[in-house]
């Protein structure tokens, strides 16, 4: 492919890749002195805006397409970093991260550096869709505007999941399942949202030389959420801290697309 030959081209790539890897080893050093490994996934959706952020302004791009990267990723992972600074907790360690800790017995801390710098890459990766964004030369308005109200509703969903999950943890006890609202319908609605806003950039690509390259980020978000950093860990957690009534909801609500729930 021609766009592979350009060196210079992907050299604001090169500089998302020197941020994140900064960010990751600032997180790393921090999560050294609490013991608390959460800083990683703040660092990851912070690095996917600083990443953005290089783009916008290392690229000359049409209007259009600025302003596009700028609501995605740029405020939808500024919202998703505000959101995780703001359940961070220095005193409790996110489930994942504790076993990950009794898990590695020896040489903790580099293992940690490694799977840190891990999530720097992924943070480069994932911002990559904004770069094609920018470098494509997308003229029709009507991937714009199409894009734009289906990032619109994912956007809405998510929040409204994240809202209505925080409204039931400050009104019930730790051990309630939250069964109400979107969580009626999908036991994760937020990551469902999450992973619907990934299809914006398929919309604003279509017949350029990333189209097919977008699709691939999709299905790889899809697979982290479902089969590796999100929904696992998630349901480990949950079923450790409410045991029989979480299984329950787990019998009856589905995993991650909403539907209705069995007894319904």
């Known amino acids: 492919m021609p766009w592979l030959n350009n060196f210079q081209q992907w050299e604001p790539v090169l500089w998302a890749a020197v941020a994140c890897l900064l960010m990751q080893i600032a997180a790393w050093w921090y999560q050294s002195r609490i013991n608390n490994a959460d800083p990683v996934d703040i660092a ?3 690095g996917v805006v600083a990443a953005a952020l ?5 690229i000359p791009a049409d209007s259009k397409p600025m302003i596009f990267v700028f609501v995605f990723p740029v405020l939808w992972y500024t919202r998703l970093s505000r959101h995780l600074i703001k359940r961070f907790d220095a005193s409790h360690e996110d489930g994942r991260y504790q076993n990950l800790r009794s898990h590695w017995q020896q040489h903790t801390q580099l293992k940690f550096l490694m799977f840190f710098l891990f999530q720097a890459m992924l943070s480069v990766m994932f911002s990559l869709p904004a770069f094609w964004v920018l470098t494509a030369g997308i003229a029709s308005v009507w991937l714009w505007v199409m894009a734009l109200i289906w990032g619109g509703i994912s956007l809405a969903g998510v929040s409204l999941a994240d809202h209505q999950l925080l409204q039931f943890k400050r009104n019930n ?3 309630a399942v939250c069964d109400v609202g979107l969580w009626r319908y999908s036991r994760h609605p ?14 604003v690509l279509w017949g350029s030389d990333f189209f097919w390259w977008s699709f691939l980020v999709v299905g790889l978000m ?3 959420l479902l089969k590796l950093t999100g929904i696992p860990y998630a349901e480990q957690q949950a079923l450790k801290n409410r045991g029989q009534a979480y299984r329950d909801y787990m019998n009856k609500t589905n995993a991650f697309f909403p539907w209705r729930q069995q007894d319904d």
């Open 190 to 203: 937020n990551y469902f949202f999450e992973w619907l806003h990934w299809w914006v950039y398929p919309m």
């Open 222 to 224: 899809l697979v982290f």
């Open 54 to 58: 290089i783009y916008l302004f290392t």
């Open 44 to 46: 990851w959706s912070t």
């Open 173 to 175: 006890p730790s051990s």
